[in-house]
């Protein structure tokens, strides 16, 4: 029985009239289920609730309503009735299997960086444990029961994946991309998978195998690691080569930080060209031209800032070399525009004794 058609025989038809009673009373337990309702042995839960795979199994977590014990519990349940309980410290997670083996996270103290995880059987029987000193922020089961994966959150910031037919971590592996809120295994080609993700929900991130290896990754994370190899790769001796290569990374931004990170590095490279040209060639000009293109991208940032006036600067200091006084004038004063319109300091006492010479 799948999860839509237990919750429609706690609380009636879609038409309003009631298949079952709205409350579900387990035989000789103590509780009453009414999801996301539980009344056990007196006291009140609103839980969250989640399926096995199977629909067969049903496990509920949460804590109590009384105001001068704050219990947490959790509740495995099948056809509606009680089949075990457990008092947890803080529960903040839990799944379960096809097996009816349920995964539970212990938020433990809020004061430090801790979690713990802990495994049942379907009986009840504690089968693993394992500690943490990060918070958890995810965690899951296997549909077969047989692997349990547990995501930290920073500074740790890694997913963990235990064995618990041997009782054992398989593995720990630190999360590309920061947090991950959301966790699922699949069976793909042969072999057991775990899909990260941001957040519960959302689409994942990667996948990675029982062997840690990376064995899927979105086209956006594609995207971002071929960005970064090209920015890492752009440190070269090889100007020109840099050059294109920053080119390919611009293409491939398509985020403004992104974006300004790359423009800032295609400008430095095209200043260091320029220093290396010919001066008034026009190898020269060009170079100085697109670093200043590239610098006025990134602003209203310091460093386009500078870029800007130190190209500025240099083409005021040829035009006056050329005695060609109304363009250094022009060139200068953009540096003062500049430093007006963002109110940093951008001009030299140099620049300013040019501008009232020139003025």
Request: include cysteine; aromatic fraction near 10%.
């Amino acid at each position: 029985m799948g999860l839509f058609d237990f919750l429609t025989g706690l609380l009636g038809s879609e038409d309003g009239s009631s298949t079952r009673n709205s409350s579900v009373q387990s035989r000789g337990s103590g509780i009453e289920v009414n999801l996301p309702n539980i009344e056990y042995q007196g006291d009140s839960f609103f839980s969250e609730f989640s399926e096995s795979e199977s629909g067969e199994w049903v496990v509920a977590y949460g804590k109590s309503l009384n105001a001068d014990e704050r219990v947490h519990r959790v509740f495995l349940l099948k056809d509606g009735e009680l089949v075990f309980t457990e008092r947890l410290e803080r529960i903040e997670d839990a799944s379960v299997s096809d097996e009816g083996s349920v995964l539970v996270v212990d938020g433990e103290s809020r004061d430090d960086l801790s979690g713990r995880v802990y495994v049942f059987d379907r009986s009840g029987e504690q089968v693993f444990t394992e500690g943490f000193e990060a918070n958890v922020g995810a965690s899951t089961i296997s549909s077969d029961g047989s692997y349990a994966a547990v995501a930290t959150l920073n500074p740790d910031c890694s997913t963990y994946i235990f064995d618990l037919d041997k009782c054992r971590q398989l593995l720990k592996h630190e999360n590309k991309e920061g947090n991950k809120m959301g966790l699922e295994f699949k069976d793909e080609e042969g072999e057991k998978r775990i899909y990260l993700s941001q957040n519960p929900g959302s689409d994942p991130v990667y996948a990675i195998n029982l062997e840690g290896e990376v064995v899927w990754q979105s086209e956006e994370l594609q995207r971002k690691e071929k960005l970064q190899e090209l920015m890492d790769s752009s440190d070269s001796e090889d100007l020109e080569e840099a050059v294109e290569r920053l080119e390919e990374a611009y293409e491939l931004a398509d985020d403004e930080n992104d974006q300004k990170n790359v423009a800032q590095k295609l400008a430095d490279t095209h200043w260091n060209l320029a220093k290396e040209a010919e001066k008034d060639s026009d190898e020269w000009w060009q170079h100085l031209n697109q670093a200043k293109t590239y610098y006025t991208e990134v602003l209203p940032w310091y460093d386009g800032k500078q870029g800007v006036a130190k190209v500025s600067r240099k083409q005021g200091k040829y035009y006056l070399k050329q005695d060609k006084e109304e363009s250094a004038l022009e060139m200068f004063q953009s540096i003062a525009d500049l430093e007006d319109e963002y109110d940093v300091q951008l001009l030299t006492d140099a620049d300013k004794r040019k501008i009232d010479d020139l003025s």
